[in-house]
């Protein structure tokens, strides 16, 4: 799910606004008393994936019932009243990123329409490639869209397929669909949860008592006590019902492409992604960032918090000192600042202080996750440096963002990548090391426990590093900035 972005917050509570920001987070759940308040506790496990608005939508039976509101799932949804008013053993519920203003809510989900069928809600975690090629195309057969989310391009594709059944029109939506999806919906026959053909956002399932979960992330299932069963299968879609638990695969089996990044940074290092612990993944890469690229150095500093199991692993494999030279404080709250790179490094400020008496006259290796402005990274360095750093070697535990995302991920334009306009000793140069290297595409599959990228072939979708995207884009192909704007009123990320 993805909508567009007429300003950026800059969010001081619990993210950098110098990272790639995950958009989105779903949980459903199917056969459980409170539903609702099941899916309230998942969502907010998954809050890192989305801090701007949060949704639940409920079905009792007989009426669907929806809360929206912007803000974190705490404060919204963990009031009695609000919970109450949204009764059912069946719930959908999403976290996401937003636009501000009149815009905010309605493109806040789950997002609702009465089709033929009844009601059908969806909560989405990423983004279609060519929602605003179909979106053209839909208005034209009449279609009145409610919202500026690529999201209710599905809504309308199944309302006007002239497929008979609702599983039917659902599958003819989704071949008609291209990108990132991975999704919950919300229907009286039961739910329905699937993803799209290479899998590129994640999406798992467990039980807990009687009723079936699904969810962004393995730690929404920890959050609510439920036993994870195995994740939904690139192109596969799970329905479940007063019938039992149907698997249906439509789509022809294509090599699946998960996103890389969810191991690098968007996952929680507690959730288990692909199978694999994003933890042990982390600290894997942060060894083969020692191995490529070593240092002579005091200790090893990670810019926190992403930045700490990668450090862990740096500082086992390199035999240096892990040490916290970078304190953050976990109190600044939210703060919605305009883009600007002075109140940019004012957030920076904000949230991280030197640690003055342990990194004074030492030499530093400092592991970030990532460098997409080089605003956080450049006020870092000066910090260092200010509090008495006698050298700082940065070390970045992936390889360069060259490229934007077009799958659910808010990336600033091409333009604004330090590493799409610059080579790695002008980024050094930039933001003042002493040295600078990042972990190789190889490494990191490496770090995964593959061969390396070009060995079978890309096992993932990698293309904010390497530009090889997974599918088409018809958008960013078809369409001229001209019918974007019109269309949308805003352009899309
Ligand atoms: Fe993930 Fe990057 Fe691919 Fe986006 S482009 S899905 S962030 S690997």
């Keep these: 799910m993805l909508t567009t972005h007429p300003f950026h917050y800059e969010d001081g509570g619990s993210e950098d606004g110098d990272h790639l920001r995950e958009e989105c987070g779903v949980v459903g759940i199917y056969g459980a008393d409170t539903a609702a308040a099941v899916v309230a506790l998942g969502l907010h496990a998954l809050q890192h994936r989305g801090q701007e608005a949060a949704g639940i939508t409920s079905w009792d039976g007989h009426q669907f019932h929806t809360h929206r509101a912007s803000g974190h799932v705490a404060g919204n949804f963990d009031r009695d009243d609000v919970i109450r008013r949204l009764p059912g053993q069946v719930a959908c519920g999403h976290v996401r990123y937003a636009t501000t203003g009149d815009t905010a809510l309605r493109n806040v989900q789950p997002l609702y329409a009465e089709l033929f069928s009844g009601g059908f809600a969806v909560s989405h975690n990423g983004n279609l490639s060519n929602a605003m090629h179909l979106r053209r195309q839909l208005v034209r057969r009449g279609a009145i869209f409610q919202s500026t989310s690529d999201t209710e391009v599905i809504i309308h594709l199944v309302a006007l397929s ?87 695969r439509p789509f022809a089996a294509v090599r699946p492409r998960p996103c890389i990044f969810e191991h690098v940074y968007f996952s929680r290092p507690d959730s288990i992604v692909d199978g694999t612990s994003v933890y042990s993944v982390r600290k894997r890469i942060g060894a083969e960032l020692a191995r490529e690229n070593p240092v002579d150095a005091d200790m090893v500093v990670p810019v926190p918090d992403s930045g700490v199991p990668a450090a862990i692993g740096y500082a086992q494999e390199s035999r240096l000192p892990f040490e916290l030279g970078i304190i953050r404080s976990h109190y600044v709250g939210r703060t919605f600042i305009q883009p600007g790179d002075g109140i940019r490094h004012l957030g920076v400020k904000l949230k991280h202080n030197a640690n003055r008496s342990l990194i004074e006259g030492k030499r530093l290796v400092l592991i970030d996750d990532s460098i997409v402005r080089g605003t956080t990274s450049l006020k870092i360095v000066e910090m260092m440096k200010d509090a008495g750093a006698r050298e700082v070697h940065m070390r970045i535990a992936s390889p360069p963002t060259r490229h934007s995302c077009f799958y659910g991920v808010d990336t600033p334009e091409r333009a604004k990548l330090l590493a799409a306009q610059m080579s790695v000793a002008e980024m050094a140069d930039y933001i003042k090391v002493d040295s600078l290297a990042f972990l190789s595409i190889d490494g990191l599959y490496r770090a995964l426990g593959e061969e390396g990228r070009d060995a079978e072939g890309p096992q993932h979708c990698d293309a904010c590093f390497t530009g090889d995207y997974p599918t088409h884009l018809t958008d960013q192909e078809d369409v001229a900035p001209g019918d974007q704007l019109s269309l949308l009123g805003e352009r899309a990320a």
């Design 162 to 248: 002239s497929y008979r059944t609702l599983l039917d029109r659902f599958i003819d939506a989704l071949k008609q669909i291209e990108g990132a999806y991975s999704l919950v919906c919300l229907t009286p026959e039961g739910m329905i949860a699937c993803r799209d053909p290479l899998g590129i956002r994640p999406l798992v399932m467990g039980r807990v008592g009687d009723a079936y979960i699904f969810a962004s992330e393995t730690v929404a299932l920890d959050m609510v006590g439920a036993s994870f069963i195995r994740q939904v299968e690139p192109g596969e879609i799970v329905i479940v019902s007063d019938r039992g638990v149907r698997s249906h």
